[in-house]
T-cell receptor
Framework: EPEVTQTPSHQVTQMGQEVILRCVPISNHLYFYWYRQILGQKVEFLVSFYNNEISEKSEIFDDQFSVERPDGSNFTLKIRSTKLEDSAMYFC?????????????FGEGSRLTVL | DQQVKQNSPSLSVQEGRISILNCDYTNSMFDYFLWYKKYPAEGPTFLISISSIKDKNEDGRFTVFLNKSAKHLSLHIVPSQPGDSAVYFCAARPTSGTYKYIFGTGTRLKVLA
């Protein structure tokens, strides 16, 4: 069964450092997303990506964040200068808008710890 | 501006009984409603969805009901099993104009053996 894969599963970094989280979406999907969940809180939308550009982003997704699909298979989230409050589980998701059941498929998540 | 709400943060149910998880929404411009199950330190797993043109969808032990006039949907799990213990999120997919799936805050279900 196709699945979304994410690496790394856990990353620890110092405040101010750059972090890149990687995702391989399901191959025939066209819509890609990053969500995050701070411990004990709800799953929050960060950004959606379609047709090689950002289609929508939330207020959280400020200038410190960027996304890229460099090679047609990987989908990356970069945080340029991490802050303590960026510590969270980051989930990549992909979907097909024409899917009959409408679902997004999520990866297992990347836990980011900023010290 | 929270458009999808789950007002019960937690629910405990005896094994074998029915679990009913509720979700309300405040915007009618959604074409699909979805339920996801999430274990700690794992990604949300899709459970079941319902199109906005239907009022019921069933898949094994899971049934989702949609009441459009009340802007309410519910997930019924019967019979509940201890392995169902997890956090359940409802989500809504907008019809157009935005690609953002909107998630509720989640309900933690605990099924007691």
């Amino acid at each position: 069964e196709p699945e979304v894969t994410q690496t790394p599963s856990h990353q620890v970094t110092q405040m101010g450092q750059e972090v890149i989280l990687r995702c391989v979406p399901i191959s025939n999907h066209l819509y890609f997303y990053w969500y995050r969940q701070i411990l004990g809180q709800k799953v929050e939308f960060l950004v959606s990506f379609y047709n090689n550009e950002i289609s929508e982003k939330s207020e959280i997704f400020d200038d410190q964040f960027s996304v890229e699909r460099p090679d047609g298979s990987n989908f990356t989230l970069k945080i340029r200068s991490t802050k303590l409050e960026d510590s969270a589980m980051y989930f990549c998701a992909s979907g097909s808008r024409t899917g009959s059941t409408g679902e997004l498929f999520f990866g297992e998540g990347s836990r980011l710890t900023v010290l | 501006d929270q458009q999808v709400k789950q007002n019960s943060p937690s629910l405990s149910v005896q094994e074998g009984r029915i679990s009913i998880l509720n979700c309300d929404y405040t915007n009618s411009m959604f074409d699909y409603f979805l339920w996801y199950k999430k274990y700690p330190a794992e990604g949300p797993t899709f459970l079941i969805s319902i199109s906005s043109i239907k009022d019921k969808n069933e898949d094994g032990r899971f049934t989702v009901f949609l009441n459009k006039s009340a802007k309410h949907l519910s997930l019924h799990i019967v019979p509940s099993q201890p392995g169902d213990s997890a956090v359940y999120f409802c989500a809504a997919r907008p019809t157009s104009g935005t690609y953002k799936y909107i998630f509720g805050t989640g309900t933690r279900l605990k099924v007691l053996a």
